[in-house]
């Protein structure tokens, strides 16, 4: 395998981490009040991006009217705040819950525009979504729980994929 079949399979890793992060973050907002009141700590029509520079899968994400939202680029017409991974492996690790946003940002493995006061919040927000995917038992249906407890990543992502947790 050459060196850019390797940078396109990278891509489509974080084009699919990005999609079931903004899933996980729908589900944790649906079922979970405190981590919905603290993606409402954001100003209302606050809408930050997150992706990979330069180019590359992107996700944005918007408070509309103290609810989370995952918002499609062309409704947007420009995002309060522009986080931008310098590399995979940076956003390979956030998105595993290795590292915080804030750990990430204050590190400078990240370019950044716009509004970076609420940084600290998406970065409180992002790790409560990370340690309910990777800890805590929280999703439940008719109260029994849709996956076991310490559950792996790879089997939230599945149920996500499967469409039962949105």
């Known amino acids: 395998m050459n060196a850019e079949n390797i940078r396109l399979i990278n891509k489509a890793l ?36 997150i992706g990979m520079a330069p180019g590359g899968a992107e996700i944005f994400v918007r408070n509309a009217d103290g609810k989370f939202e995952v918002c499609k680029p ?42 970076t006061s609420q940084i600290m919040v998406l970065s409180r927000f992002f790790d409560e979504i990370a340690n309910c995917i990777f800890g805590n038992n929280f999703l439940k249906r008719n109260g029994r729980p849709i996956l076991p407890r310490r ?7 599945f149920a996500m994929f499967a469409g039962r947790l949105g």
Do not use: W
């Open 74 to 115: 062309e409704l947007t017409l420009r995002a309060d705040l522009d986080i931008r991974f310098k590399n995979s492996r940076v956003a390979r690790k956030f998105f595993m819950g290795g590292k915080s946003l804030a750990a990430i940002f204050s590190q400078g493995q990240t370019v950044t525009i716009g509004d």
């Open 151 to 157: 559950v792996s990543s790879h089997k939230l992502r």
């Open 14 to 49: 974080f084009a699919v981490n990005i999609y079931y992060m903004g899933r996980a973050c729908k589900a944790c907002c649906k079922y979970d009040k405190q981590i919905a009141e603290l993606f409402a700590e954001l100003p209302s029509g606050f809408v930050a991006r």
